[in-house]
């Protein structure tokens, strides 16, 4: 089945470093790919998406950029702060072939200051 | 508008209790699902619905039920808790079957 592979972590950066969080997907078809983002003590929350090959979503200085030849979803960010601590995960969804969302086993981040 | 809402926040149940975490959403989304959320894993479905009356299965149901009798609630059933249920479970909507879903604020299970 479909399934999400991304580094585990935890990440720990300082303030105004640069980020990237690694995905990695296999797929039957041709999934829309996710980054979802959960603070402390929250649910997820969608963080940006993208549907078709060369996609960039974006979303708060995130960006991912839909790779179908080496089939990755990579998160980056130019400089994080303190307040992006949080646990990111990749996730696609393959419908057009009966699968729901397939997460990955989420990242946490540190920033500090 | 309160999205998708769960209660309780916190539950601890002793092996062999049941309960039913509620949840309940104010989209009148058609989709909605259970995940549970352990350390390494990520998060697996464990059941889901694509409309009232009608639920199937995830990729981790055994030990739970759920029941779909309006559109806006999804209760999950524990019939005989055990230690592997403890878990944080999370339930998620979104407009038919596609996405983007949204997430309500989770409940921690303890089982001892």
């Known amino acids: 089945g479909d399934s999400v592979t991304q580094m585990e972590g935890p990440v720990t950066l300082s303030e105004e470093a640069f980020l990237t969080i690694n995905c990695t997907y296999t797929?039957?078809?041709?999934?829309?790919l996710f980054w979802y983002v959960q603070y402390p003590g929250e649910g997820l929350q969608l963080l940006l998406k993208?549907?078709?090959?060369?996609d960039k979503g974006s979303n708060k200085g995130f960006e991912a950029t839909y790779r179908k030849e080496t089939t990755s979803f990579h998160l980056e960010k130019g400089s994080v702060q303190v307040s992006d601590s949080a646990v990111y995960f990749c996730?696609?969804?393959?419908?057009?072939?009966?699968?729901?969302?397939?997460f990955g086993p989420g990242t946490r981040l540190s920033v500090l200051p | 508008n309160a999205g998708v809402t769960q209660t309780p926040k916190f539950q601890v149940l002793k092996t062999g209790q049941s309960m039913t975490l509620q949840c309940a959403q104010d989209m009148n989304h058609e989709y909605m699902s259970w995940y549970r959320q352990d350390p390494g894993m990520g998060l697996r479905l464990i059941h889901y619905?694509?409309?009232?009356?009608?639920?199937d299965q995830g990729e981790v149901p055994n030990g739970y039920n759920v029941s779909r009798s309006t559109t806006e609630d999804f209760p999950l059933r524990l019939l005989s808790a055990a230690p592997s249920q403890t878990s944080v479970y999370f339930c998620?909507?979104?407009?038919?079957?596609?996405?983007?879903?949204?997430f309500g604020n989770g409940t921690r299970l303890t089982v001892t």
């Open positions: 998620a909507s979104s407009y038919s079957d596609r996405p983007p879903l949204h």
């Open positions: 993208a549907t078709k090959a060369d």
């Open positions: 797929a039957t078809g041709y999934p829309s």
């Open positions: 619905s694509v409309g009232a009356g009608i639920t």
């Open positions: 996730a696609l969804s393959d419908l057009d072939y009966g699968q729901n969302f397939v």
